[in-house]
Each structure stands twice: as C-alpha cells, then as structure tokens.
C-alpha cells in the first residue's frame, strides 16, 4: 500500500514537470489586459483607441499564422486607483491575464505598478505620465513606454526658459501627475537661471479656470505652465484666451498637449502653443501608411494619438520578445529582462533601447500648433520646430533613484 | 484686495449658471414633484445642439439661444408624455431612478458618437474681447452671461409667482382634480411646465458652450454641484434656488482663491452645515 502510493506520488510528481515542462517551452497562449479610461477626461487619447492599438499590434505581429494565440481584454479604471487594482487584480488572479497595457492617470498608473510587481506579470505602460513608475517606484516588470514628466520638463520646459520665460507659475492638477510634472519643471526652470513665482493646485476635472487664471494674470508670471492633461488643458487653454491672458503678454506653456486635445480646443484658439510629443502620425511614410489603417477602424477616423502609438510600439516588441524565448513563460520579470535586451525599432518610434530601470528611449520633437490657414486637412495641426534625441530627453541612468540599477 | 473683487466678480459669473440649472430643477419639482436627474443631460444636449446648428446649418449663437431650448425642450415633453407621466402619484424615488437612468442613456449615445474630449464653439464676434475694470480683466462674454441670466431668472420667477398661469399651475400642484373642474388642462400644463424647465437646462447649456468644452460629461459633471444648490435653497423654492445659485458661486470662488484645493468640496460642506440647522433648506417650507 505504501510503496504504491510513493509510486504513484512519483509517478504524478514526474507527469506534473514534464508537463509544465513542455508547457512553459511551447505555451503559445496570451492574454493581454488593456486597462484605460474608457469614459473620463482622458477617454479620446487611450480608451477605445488603446484597444485598437493593441488589437493591430496583434494583427501585425503575424504570430497567430505561427500558432500562437493571443487574446485581448480590456477595463475601465475610471481614473480610480482603487477601481484600476481590482480590475487588475481580477485579471491576474482569474482571467490569467499576462500583461497590461496603456493606463493613463498617474495616480492610478502607480497603483497598477505595484499589482503587477506582486503578481510578477509585465506592464508596458503608454499613457501615464508619472516619471516615478521608472525611478523611485520602478519595477522589473515594468516598461514606461511613450512620455514622461521628466522627458515634459526637459524638452518644452528647457526650450521656453532658453527663449527668455524666466518667470513661471504653475496650473498644476492636483494628483501625481501634476505633483510629478510641476517638480520636475521646476527643477528644469531653477537650473536654467529662472524662478517659480507662484502656482495653484487645482481638482481633477475642473470645468472652470477662470479664478485660477486671474491668480496666474496677477501673479506677473511670464510663462503659465499647464501641468495637467486632458480636459483640463483644453479648458484652461480655452478661457486663458478668453481671459486675454496671451494677448496681455504672457505666455502659455502647455507641458502635455495631445492631438485630441487641440482637435477640441480648435486651431483658431490653440495656433502657436509649443509642446512635446513622441509620436505624431504626419511625421514619414511608416507612420502616415499606419495612422491611416488605424484612423480607417476608429469611430470618428481619429489618427492615433500618441498614447496609443504607444501601446501598439510596445506590444509589438513584448511579442518580439516572446518569439525570442520561444513561448510564453508566463513569468513577467523573465519576459521583461528579455525585452530590455533587445534593442527596440518600430515604424512608430523609430529606434531607441529600453534602460535597465524600464524607461524606454526614443526620440522627442517639439511641435507648435499650426495657424488655421497652415492646417490642410481635418488633422493637419502640428509644425515641427526640433527634434531632441532620446538620451538627451530622457533621466539620465546616472540620476536615476531606481533601485533596479544598484545591482 | 484687487484680486478679492476678481474672485467675487468669477464667483458670480459661476454663480449664474447654478442659479439658471437649478432654477429649472426647481421649477420641475415644485411643480411636477420630479426629481430631474435628467437635468445634467439636458443641459449638455443644449450644449451640443448650439454646436450642431452652427456647424451643420450655419445658424449662430443668437438664434441658438432660441432654437436649442425650444428643440431640447420638446425633447423633454415626449420624454414627459412618454414615461414621467406614469409616476404621477408615485414615490419621489421612482422619477429619480427614471431620471438618471434616462441621464446615463443620453449621456452613454453622446459619448458614443463624438468622445470625451470634447468639440470647440467659439464666442460669437459681438461679445468677444473684454474689457479692464481696473481689478480684473472681464471678458465680455462673461458678463453678458451674468446680466442674461440674472434677466431670465427674474423673468421665471416672476412667470410662476405673479403671473395668472403662474396661479394655475401652483393651484394645479396643490389639487388637481379641483384644477381640472374649473376646466383647465392640467396634464397638458405639467407637460409644459417641465418643457420649460427643460428648456431652462438648454438654455444654460447654449451660454455655456462658448466657455467650456462641449462635452457629453458636462452635465454630469456639474449636476452633483446644482442639486446640492437646490437642497441648499429649499427643494422647489424659486427664488431660493436663485439666489442661493448666485450665493454657492461666490463661496466657491473665494475657496478658489484662499484654498484651491477644497474648490470642488466646499458646496457639499455647505450643504451639510445648513442640513443640519435647517432641514428644510434655507427657504424652503416643510413638506
């Protein structure tokens, strides 16, 4: 009796391995979580478009020609952190989801962070800005794809002091992001001989600026830095123009600006801003021949933005890196050690390299908005005034308070 | 001290739109005696139906601040006939649950079709520029929004308080079936009534279009705001929504300029201060 019962523990203990053996070679299975606002204030630049993104990246990939199978969920976090764990959570734990993409909203982007740590899953985050979830809080399962409040900083900010807006206020959106946005913008300003000479904290959400911008009219301040996104910027920006506050001499300093974003301000209000992005779909051939494939399944035929840019660059070279290990391990920190070790290229971005501390490197252009006469088209709105390369954009490794680099 | 005045003088202008939502929402429940969760869709369905006139049939703001309201309120009156009609009699509950139901569909199709993040609709050339009061820089715009409400609101106010259809109609709440005996076409009343509360939604929706985004969310992101201020004034009191509109946008302005940070909370304290003194609200009478 004993010995048969040994025999068969062994038995089954020796099936078991070979099995998961065999498993993690050829598992050729993945599931892929597209966690965004679906419905909020940052909706039009993630949302719907992110799973697209994703979806196409799939498409591209060529790998369910190869065998593999890959599928796509994707939540509403509703720009609450505790809304973006559990589905988090829910996706790990029951649906043996493998990797999140997207995420914007720092707040709730930090909070993911540490989910998919625990779970050991892979996290390319595209929409958040936060430059923490690569420093301070960064995580061997995680890539920061697309921006950061550091990249924001050091190519707009820089650029507007050296032009001679020494003296600055901040509109800052009162959560991570803007906390982040606005440190890391002062610490550029200070550097480069200006002053910070006042700032106000303001709700995320805000439909009304107008007390805010008098505050930043009063305060004498030659550039009104915008530190926070989405409907905030376009309100702000919008009744800014309404205030007479360019028209007064000061100057507006959008530090995130999207491409939906001056689609809803109008080029008649938003001409002449200059800010950052890492994608814009006029930029070459490759990336017009995509934002067109992309802008034929969006609803409103929207060109993407570069949020979504991002979460579709990113996916490609995770899937890269899968077809590198042979199959999915399902093992987050193995995948993503995979994926910094090679060196990445896209049609979207160009080429760069993912940094020890998950930061993703590529190049940054300033852009300003075109006059209305200058636009030709429905999405024609930027003007390229500079292109920064990407180790110039991006934290210094040696700055970085990541604790992945003291190894 | 400058800055004091620019923050009252904002206030105001915020205050005005408060005082233009929840007057209609107290005019729907002090006569109706429905809930109108609905009120915040409305309001952006006036909104975008500025932005569609103007973009698709070329017709500007000034005939937009005619023809939305009386479009959104029609709107209101099928919803009205169709499905409002059948709670007459029923807990205030039923009409707020219909309400917000209708809210969420409305808002749901909107965002379908055109997005979060909203479309531009430009102030129209008449009212654009601004001028300096010495304190502050007032955009035109802005005080005209404030001088056309304060205009409407009294116009309302006076409608249902003075006026012999004002008469009718608060007798028509008060008994109908006596109402209905001295011949007056009650149903017919209250489906105009909450037309016109509707429209008031629509109207407020217009004069702010030039200001914020017109987004589907822009309803319901200030809805919260304006029932507080109706709670605060007295559930269906007229001049009590009005004034304490005007009131809550000043409050909130100077918590903007000391305390930014407690800019979107300070009504909601508010609210709970004068609960707790004054169950009823400020003017309101027990029910």
């Known amino acids: 009796m004993k010995t048969r019962s040994l025999a068969s523990f062994l038995l089954g203990t020796a099936l078991t391995l070979a099995a998961a053996g065999i498993a993690s070679a050829q598992d050729k299975t993945v599931k892929i979580g597209a966690l965004s606002d679906q419905s909020g204030l940052y909706a039009d630049l993630g ?361 | 001290m400058q800055a004091l005045y620019a923050q009252l003088l904002v206030g105001l202008i915020n205050g005005s739109f408060y005082a233009l939502l929840s007057l209609g929402l107290a005019v729907i429940f002090g006569m109706l005696n429905i809930i109108n969760f609905a009120h915040g869709a409305l309001y952006m369905m006036g909104a975008f139906v500025a932005y569609f006139l103007l973009d698709l049939g070329g017709i500007n703001y000034w005939w937009a601040l005619l023809i939305a309201p009386i479009i959104v309120g029609i709107f209101g009156m099928i919803l009205e006939r169709t499905m409002l009609q059948w709670l007459t009699g029923l807990d205030h509950l039923y009409g707020l649950l219909l309400t917000f139901g209708i809210a969420l569909i409305v808002q749901g199709v909107f965002q379908n079709y055109f997005g979060s993040s909203g479309l531009p609709y430009a102030i129209p050339d008449q009212l654009k520029g601004g001028m300096n009061l010495g304190f502050m820089f007032l955009p035109v715009y802005r005080g005209w929004v404030v001088i056309f409400s304060l205009v409407v609101c009294l116009a309302t106010w006076f409608l249902i308080e003075k006026t012999r259809l004002g008469a009718y109609l608060r007798a028509a709440t008060e008994n109908p079936t006596l109402v209905r005996a001295f011949g007056i076409n009650v149903p017919r009343m209250i489906t105009l009534t909450y037309g016109l509360g509707v429209g008031l939604a629509a109207l407020a929706g217009v004069l702010s279009a030039p200001i914020n985004q017109v987004r589907p969310l822009m309803g319901a992101d200030l809805i919260i705001v304006v029932f507080a201020v109706v709670v605060i004034g007295g559930m269906g009191s007229i001049m009590g929504s009005i004034i304490t509109g005007f009131a809550l946008g000043v409050i909130e302005g100077l918590t903007k300029y000391f305390y930014p940070e407690a800019s979107n909370t300070v009504v909601f304290v508010l609210m709970v201060l004068v609960l707790l003194v004054k169950p009823t609200g400020l003017t309101g009478r027990a029910a």
């Open chain 1, 47 to 407: 949302g719907p478009g992110s799973t697209l993104a994703a979806q196409m990246a799939v498409e591209d990939s060529g790998l369910a020609a190869k065998g593999w199978k890959i599928d796509i969920v994707s939540g509403d976090h509703q720009n609450k952190p505790d809304i973006g764990t559990a589905i988090a959570r829910q996706w790990f734990d029951v649906d043996k989801v493998d990797v999140i993409v997207d995420v914007p909203n720092s707040g709730v982007a930090l909070a993911v962070n540490n989910v998919v740590k625990e779970k050991n899953g892979v996290y390319i985050n595209s929409g958040a800005a936060t430059s923490d979830l690569t420093n301070a809080q960064c995580s061997p399962n995680t890539v920061h794809w697309t921006y950061d409040t550091y990249m924001l900083a050091h190519t707009t900010g820089q650029a507007l002091v050296k032009a001679g807006g020494d003296t600055w206020f901040f509109l800052t959106a009162d959560y991570a992001f803007g906390a982040a946005l606005e440190r890391d913008t002062t610490s550029v300003i200070t550097a480069n001989g200006g002053k910070v000479v006042g700032g106000v904290k303001h709700p995320l959400n805000t439909p009304d600026f107008s007390s805010f911008l008098l505050q930043a009219q009063a305060s004498k301040a030659k550039i009104i830095g915008l530190a926070n996104a989405g409907g905030d910027t376009t309100n702000s920006i919008k009744q800014a123009a309404e205030f007479g506050i360019v028209k007064g001499g000061q100057k507006l300093a959008a530090l995130l600006l999207f491409l939906t974003d001056v689609k809803a301000i109008g080029l008649e209000t938003a001409q002449g801003l200059n800010f950052t992005e890492t994608f814009y779909w006029d930029m070459n051939d490759q990336t017009r021949a995509f934002s067109k494939r992309f802008a034929e399944r969006m609803k409103n035929n929207a060109p993407p933005t570069m949020v979504q840019a991002g979460v579709y660059a990113g996916l490609r070279h995770y899937f890269k890196a899968l077809e590198a290990i042979g199959g999915n391990p399902h093992d987050g920190a193995k995948v993503v050690e995979k994926m910094k070790s090679m060196p990445t290229e896209d049609d979207l971005f160009g080429k760069g390299e993912i940094q020890p501390n998950g930061r993703t490197i590529h190049n940054a252009y300033l852009f300003e908005v075109k006059k209305p006469s200058e636009s030709k088209g429905p999405w024609d709105f930027y003007k390229l005034v500079g292109t920064v390369p990407g180790d110039q954009a991006f934290t210094p490794l040696s700055e970085s308070k990541c604790s992945l680099l003291k190894k």
